[in-house]
């Protein structure tokens, strides 16, 4: 009996889909865009600086070195609002007056974007190997790296990798300071 009732209700349900499978639906055409672009998000400062974002870190070495004022000399000669010297503005392909940096915002943060990616090409070796590793007791990071190169150079932060000597600027500020003040950004390089 039980074989039996199993049959029935096979025959039911195959009867039923056959049905239903004889039915059409009609679908009307929904024009889709080929492209579909994202809308930029604009992110307030403040949560530019609390997800540590690329733009966040630019802010925080600005206010750092210059207050984030565009048209700051400080007393050893350093201008702008990254603080760059003459001499690295030169290494950077730039021929331009000390004038003509301070009055152009644009050029300086094109400035601060070359010498990220210069420091970045000099230093990958250090940062592939210590990124999220603890070197001479510092925490080391991408943005620490190239924040500490950014006071120091390239050159004094390898020197610090392979001996362990901190540089200091000319205001005493050792490139290890740099590394700690400047860890876990997000940075676009």
Same mark, same amino acid.
């Given at each position: 009996?039980?074989?039996? %009732?199993?049959?029935?209700?096979?025959?039911?349900?195959?009867?039923?889909?056959?049905? +239903?499978?004889?039915? %059409?639906?009609?679908?009307?055409?929904?024009?889709?865009?080929?492209?579909?672009?994202?809308?930029?998000?604009?992110?307030?400062?403040?949560?530019?600086?609390?997800?540590?974002?690329? #733009? /966040?870190?630019?802010?925080?070495?600005?206010?750092?070195?210059?207050?984030?004022?565009? #048209?700051?000399?400080?007393?050893?000669? +350093?201008?702008?609002? @990254?603080?760059? !010297?003459?001499? %690295?503005?030169?290494?950077?392909?730039?021929?331009? %007056?000390?004038?003509?940096?301070?009055?152009?915002?644009?050029?300086?943060?094109?400035?601060?974007?070359?010498?990220?990616?210069?420091? @970045?090409? *000099?230093?990958?070796? +250090? $940062?592939?190997? @210590?990124? /999220?590793?603890?070197?001479? /007791? $510092?925490? $080391?990071?991408?943005?620490?790296?190239?924040?500490?190169?950014?006071?120091? /150079?390239?050159?004094?932060? !390898?020197?610090?990798?392979?001996?362990?000597?901190?540089?200091?600027?000319?205001?005493?500020?050792?490139?290890?300071? +740099?590394?700690?003040?400047? *860890?876990?950004?997000?940075?676009? $390089?």
């Amino acid at each position: 009996m039980r074989k039996s %009732t199993k049959i029935v209700l096979y025959v039911v349900l195959i009867s039923m889909v056959s049905l +239903y499978a004889r039915t %059409t639906i009609a679908l009307r055409p929904v024009e889709l865009p080929l492209i579909v672009k994202p809308k930029p998000v604009k992110l307030s400062l403040e949560d530019e600086l609390r997800l540590k974002t690329h #733009n /966040g870190f630019l802010h925080v070495v600005g206010h750092s070195e210059s207050s984030n004022r565009y #048209n700051v000399v400080n007393r050893l000669g +350093y201008m702008g609002r @990254y603080q760059f !010297s003459y001499t %690295t503005l030169k290494a950077l392909g730039y021929n331009i %007056t000390r004038k003509e940096f301070l009055n152009n915002p644009d050029i300086q943060e094109e400035a601060m974007d070359r010498l990220l990616t210069e420091n @970045y090409k *000099s230093l990958k070796k +250090y $940062i592939d190997k @210590y990124d /999220g590793k603890v070197v001479h /007791g $510092i925490h $080391i990071t991408k943005s620490g790296i190239l924040t500490a190169a950014h006071l120091g /150079g390239a050159g004094n932060v !390898s020197r610090w990798f392979r001996r362990g000597t901190n540089f200091k600027d000319g205001n005493g500020t050792a490139i290890t300071t +740099y590394m700690k003040k400047f *860890s876990n950004y997000d940075l676009d $390089i």
